[in-house]
């Protein structure tokens, strides 16, 4: 079998990766002509890391990376109101690599040249929309730089991995409605600092509502002081956003008054944001859940597949998690037909309900309780707020809808 995908991040190199460990072909198609490495943080809990670490990959992320030690949730006083340990630090037989997108992509990326082959991954290669017939998928392209057309790629079958704005998507549901705004507008990213708290640290603090702030080293010993560079992105509510780009940049006058006391004993927040060199501002947004992917020998994962708020670290994992199950069904189903029907059985639900539960209740629903039932005022006793019963339920809650049978 041949198989095509469109778009060379981490799904769609996840999926190369795993198809290759089956014995499966793969060609790589991305729209980049120079793929670099773009965007700031990005999280792997230890239901995707799985995937990763059983490709042999643990050690080289972890060398670009941090494994994740603890969630740690504040009030925007500094008051601490939950903490838990995470991925290995919790027993996980995988941990959480917390890491910057780029550098999951490059470990990615050159893992998938050097098993798959190099001349497998076609970078420049900006797909226009495909066809397919009883044997065959076809994808059609356009040089990215030249915009000349180039020669069509056919495959046994075509998987959409172009994220948010997929083509493929598009395609196969072009009366999708526009994506919904969450009512959130965020600011990301990275500088250099100190170490603080255990050193591998998530923090989520303060609510949407006034400002919330989401903190996490993803690179160690970045300068001649050994500090880390530290990723951060601030949530705030609001009207006013712009259509998403991840490469849009951001102004620190349209937020940063929203955490200007944010002087913790452990971090002086204010500080860490204008030090950063480059920030980015992107609206948060979802979509309404597709009722169906595939159609015959196309069908979608990732982002293309599911885009989901980035409020429980899922959007890369659950890509992983989609390739994984891919493979598995075309490992298994001689009819590809049949292998994309049984992928999207398995995962359109599952995934569906990510979604819905990144609207209503990820992890930071624990800061909505607590910021909803204090009146925003600092408190004198957590118990006679919310118990520590009702916070782990909010976290396990997550972990089981996004984990499923992973959850442990
Ligand atoms: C530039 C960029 C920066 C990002 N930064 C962050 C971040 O800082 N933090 C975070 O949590 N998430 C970030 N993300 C999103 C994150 O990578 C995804 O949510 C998640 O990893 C799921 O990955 P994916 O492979 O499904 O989609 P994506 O990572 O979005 O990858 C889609 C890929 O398809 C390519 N593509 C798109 N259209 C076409 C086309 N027509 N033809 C060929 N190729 C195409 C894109 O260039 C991209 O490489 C970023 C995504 C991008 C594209």
Known sequence: MDVVIIGGSIGGLTLGLLLHEAGIASRIYESTPDIKPLGVGINILPHAAKELCELGLEDELARFGLLTREAVFYNRYGQLIYSEPLGRYAGNAYPQFSIHRGDLQRVLLEAYR?????????????????????????????DTLSGAELEPQRGEILIGCDGLHSVIRKQ??????????????????????????????MVRAGWHQGGKMVIYPIRENV???????????????????????????????DF??????????????????????????????DQEPLPWWSRQRVT????????????????????????RTLTDALAKHRDPVEALKAYELERLE????????NRRNPPDAILREVFVRTGDKPFDNLDEVITLDELQAISDGYKRVTAGSRFV
Not at 174 to 191: F, H, I, K
Not at 350 to 357: E, G
Request: hydrophobic share 45%; charged share 20%; glycine share 10%.
């Open 256 to 285: 940063i008054d929203a955490f200007a006391g944010w002087h913790f004993a452990w971090l002086d927040v204010p500080a860490l944001i204008r030090s950063t060199e480059k920030i980015l501002e992107f609206p948060m947004i």
């Open 300 to 323: 979608l994962l990732g982002d293309a597949a599911h885009p989901m708020y980035p409020r429980g670290s899922n959007g890369a994992g659950q890509a992983i998690v989609d390739a």
């Open 172 to 201: 196969l549901h072009p009366d999708e409605g526009a994506p919904l705004y969450s009512g959130v507008n965020m600011w990301r990213g990275v500088a250099p600092w100190t170490a603080f708290l255990s050193g591998a640290s």
């Open 223 to 253: 300068d001649a002081r050994g500090r880390q560079l530290v990723n951060w992105v601030a949530e705030i509510a609001t009207p006013k956003h712009k259509a998403r780009d991840w490469n849009r940049p951001g102004e620190l006058a």
């Open 350 to 357: 599952a995934t569906s309900n990510i979604v819905r539960m």
């Open 114 to 142: 050097r098993r798959a082959g190099a001349d497998r991954v076609l970078a420049g290669w900006r797909c226009t929309g495909f066809d397919q017939d009883g044997a065959n998928a076809t994808a059609y392209f356009r």
